[in-house]
């Protein structure tokens, strides 16, 4: 089992940035990030393959959150623009052995403890 720890979190305003990383105790080819707000399912972010090629996000968050890894240090970022009350939420990082372009949070092995994010208009 894959050990993740998040990280990057916090309050900001409406417009603003923040970026979030995710730590693991082992490579995994398939890291994604995925959000949960009260009274809300979980909802995916965004995915990326083992060499970066692969990204696919969310349609709410096309052009303004970025995914990216470095191998090095088994580490998944996200890095969140324009960031908009509808951001508010849980973040929560997630693996598995592979990519696809689903968000079936059952098809994700391992998960972190999550990381609030919070923004105010």
């Known amino acids: 089992q894959v050990q993740l720890v998040e990280s990057g979190g916090g309050s900001v305003q409406a417009g603003g940035s923040l970026r979030l990383s995710c730590v693991g105790s082992?490579?995994?080819?398939?890291m994604a990030w995925f959000r949960q707000s009260p009274g809300k399912e979980r909802e995916g972010v965004a995915q990326?393959?083992?060499?970066?090629?692969?990204?696919y996000y969310a349609d709410s968050v096309k052009g303004r959150f970025t995914i990216s890894r470095n191998n090095a240090n088994n580490t998944v970022y996200l890095q969140m623009n324009s960031l908009k009350p509808e951001d508010t939420a849980m973040y929560y990082c997630?693996?598995?052995?592979?990519?696809?372009?689903?968000?079936?949070?059952?098809?994700?092995?391992?998960w972190g403890q999550g990381t609030q994010v919070t923004v105010s208009s």
């Open positions: 997630a693996a598995r052995d592979f990519c696809s372009v689903d968000w079936d949070s059952d098809r994700f092995t391992d």
């Open positions: 082992q490579y995994t080819f398939c």
């Open positions: 990326i393959g083992g060499g970066g090629s692969f990204t």
